[in-house]
């Protein structure tokens, strides 16, 4: 049983700020407890005090009690709990040790001092549960970011601990990568593991729970029993804040994009041609011949892990050498000619964080500094009162819309976005929605690579499937 009683918790970098206050919840032994609420409502907070990364990597100021079966953990090392807790970070990368996939998988087993022979063995269920033969024997530095969460949680399973902490595992996932986790997360459950999932896009994994608990300003606000959470409504979700209970397959969403695109192919349209990547000569990540997206509109690219959505968009702006040209208003243009023209948010937008506070992130990608329409872009994302913190400070969902703020205020004509929702809650989720729809009525043409149909619905005009090698519109 885990126990948490009257617990609050302060980080040392935001010491005027609790992100637990007085918070109490016991869990059984094999329960499956998902843990929701808006962005910064203290989540991940919850895990962090569990699997020991506080405060041995996040330092601040506990409060209350905290037990695993009844054994206070409080003073207890971060070693103390592994083989005992497995943790599955909403950035894999965050987790890595190892830079090929089968050496990922055996780190965890080998630091337990297991046999070879068990570790094989391991590996071997796990491979066959997640489906993810093809991945064995990579780089994990090829790996999309799906694929990469695939290969975290693919590294939790074959420690078989009994406590399971996920923190937001399906950010990044497609369609049917979330349903597979979905099935694995039901294994686990079957054999009786504990586990606990902090997620925002909660519909993949809803009618599996057994208590939904949704937390707000890091309190308990409503705790959801398993005979309640069949009768819970859509209008419920939206009351509290919650994203969608409809799981809604993106690429089911296609047939709009191709009607809208058809209706407009021969004006206004940026062309993209002979766009190819492959990782080396013997195997093509993707083939685009040609592909139109409409100047002025937000435009979708949906698909599955691994079909080079994401590296089709490093393409386009020349953080990828490409032969590919774009041709726009008559004009044909390089990967060269193209820097200075297209804005990136990076999927893992601490790539691209580099100053000392959130104001002057902003100030620096703007062509001159205006401090005043900085923090007006800052409001614009909800992130006013954040100007003088650090940007690693921030929460995930936070970096993302820091890093949609600096695309805002370079002015650029064309904006790329890589999973731009990931790790954002509903009312966030629907910000950004608005504040593409306002660059659209500006005349700036965005180009999102997204798994989130939520999100395609609320603000994309064009939908286009990329698989691999190939593309359909």
């Known amino acids: 049983m885990i126990e948490f009683e009257n617990v609050s918790f302060t ?112 590996i071997g269920q796990t491979v066959k549960a997640f489906h993810i033969g093809a991945l064995m024997d990579r780089s994990i530095f090829e790996l999309s970011g799906g694929e990469k969460q695939k290969i975290a949680c693919a590294s939790v399973d074959v420690l078989a601990p009994g406590i399971i902490l996920l923190d937001e595992p399906s950010a990044n996932l497609d369609y049917e990568a979330a349903e597979n986790l979905r099935e694995l997360i039901l294994c686990w459950k079957n054999a009786g593991k504990t586990i606990l999932i902090a997620e925002h896009r909660i519909n993949y994994i809803w009618d599996l729970a057994d208590r939904v608990v949704i937390m707000e300003n890091g309190v308990l606000t409503k705790e959801i029993q398993r005979d309640e959470i069949g009768r819970f409504t859509e209008e419920d979700a939206t009351r509290y804040g919650l994203r969608c209970l409809e799981r809604i397959d993106p690429t089911s969403l296609v047939k709009a994009g191709k009607e809208a695109a058809e209706q407009n192919r021969k004006d206004n349209t940026i062309i993209l041609k002979n766009f190819r990547y492959s990782y080396d000569k013997r195997q093509e990540l993707y083939s685009i011949p040609e592909m139109k997206i409409r100047k002025g509109k937000v435009t979708a690219i949906v698909g599955a892990n691994g079909a080079g959505k994401t590296t089709f968009l490093e393409s386009i702006c020349g953080i990828r050498k490409n032969n590919g040209i774009m041709e726009m208003d008559g004009i044909a243009y390089s990967g060269k000619k193209r820097i200075g023209m297209i804005f990136m948010v990076m999927q893992d937008v601490n790539h691209q964080l580099f100053t000392e506070s959130v104001l002057d992130e902003v100030l620096i990608s703007q062509r001159s500094e205006n401090e005043e329409e900085a923090k007006k872009i800052l409001s614009d994302v909800g992130l006013a009162g954040f100007s003088d913190r650090h940007p690693m400070s921030l929460s995930g969902g936070q970096k993302q819309r820091l890093a949609l703020a600096c695309a805002i205020a370079s002015k650029l004509p064309i904006l790329l976005l890589d999973e731009p929702t990931s790790g954002l809650d509903l009312l966030q989720m629907h910000a950004v929605a608005e504040i593409l729809n306002r660059l659209k009525e500006e005349g700036r043409t965005v180009i999102t690579v997204t798994h989130d149909s939520e999100f395609i619905e609320c603000c994309c005009d064009d939908v286009i499937r990329m698989e691999e090698a190939q593309h359909e519109t």
């Open 11 to 122: 980080y040392e970098a935001t010491p005027g700020q609790k992100s637990l206050r007085d918070f109490s919840l016991s869990i059984n032994d094999g329960e499956c407890i998902l843990i929701t609420g808006p962005s910064g409502c203290g989540k991940s907070t919850l895990l962090r005090l569990l699997n020991g990364l506080i405060p041995e990597f996040y330092s601040g100021e506990t409060e209350g009690s905290i037990k695993i079966d009844g054994n206070e953990i409080q003073g207890s090392r971060i070693e103390d709990q592994a083989g005992r807790i497995g943790t599955v970070f909403q950035n894999p990368r965050s987790q890595f040790f190892n830079v090929d996939t089968t050496s990922e998988l055996a780190f965890g087993p080998e630091n337990l001092g297991l046999s070879e022979g068990e570790i094989l063995d391991r």
